[in-house]
């Protein structure tokens, strides 16, 4: 069974910058051996896809939100992936969560395909 710890959420005024970390652990958890995906929820509303990397962390995808704000990125050696966030608008407060799956990535995977999830950090966006 897969662990996963994020870190890095916070308060950032409109405009700003947060870089959110997740780390991966456990025994079934090696370099290469999941694809991992970021996703938010905010009140009230569904858990929405933002992005994903795969396995060997060549491929990306993103949602039409994410795309030219959002980085994915991954450290293999480390089973740790990052989501960098830039350009930050109100909209893009709610708690953000990290997740692994066992399947390679280089197709864009729905949020069944992840069989592993962190606790999730909140994102706050105000003035």
């Known amino acids: 069974q897969a662990q996963l710890v994020e870190y890095g959420g916070g308060w950032v005024q409109p405009g700003g910058s947060l870089k959110l970390s997740c780390t991966a652990s456990g025994s079934t958890v090696r370099p290469y051996s999941h694809s991992m995906g970021w996703f938010r929820q905010a009140p009230g509303k569904e858990r929405k896809f933002i992005a994903q990397i795969s396995r060997s962390g060549a491929r990306t995808y993103y949602s039409d939100v994410a795309q030219g704000r959002f980085t994915i990125s991954r450290d293999l050696a480390n089973n740790t992936g990052y989501l960098q966030l830039n350009g930050l608008m109100p909209e893009d407060t709610a708690v953000y969560y990290c997740?692994?799956?066992?399947?390679?990535?280089?197709?864009?995977?729905?949020?069944?395909?992840?069989?592993?999830w962190g606790q999730g950090t909140q994102v706050t966006v105000s003035s």
């Open positions: 997740a692994i799956s066992p399947r390679g990535g280089t197709v864009q995977l729905s949020a069944v395909d992840f069989d592993a």
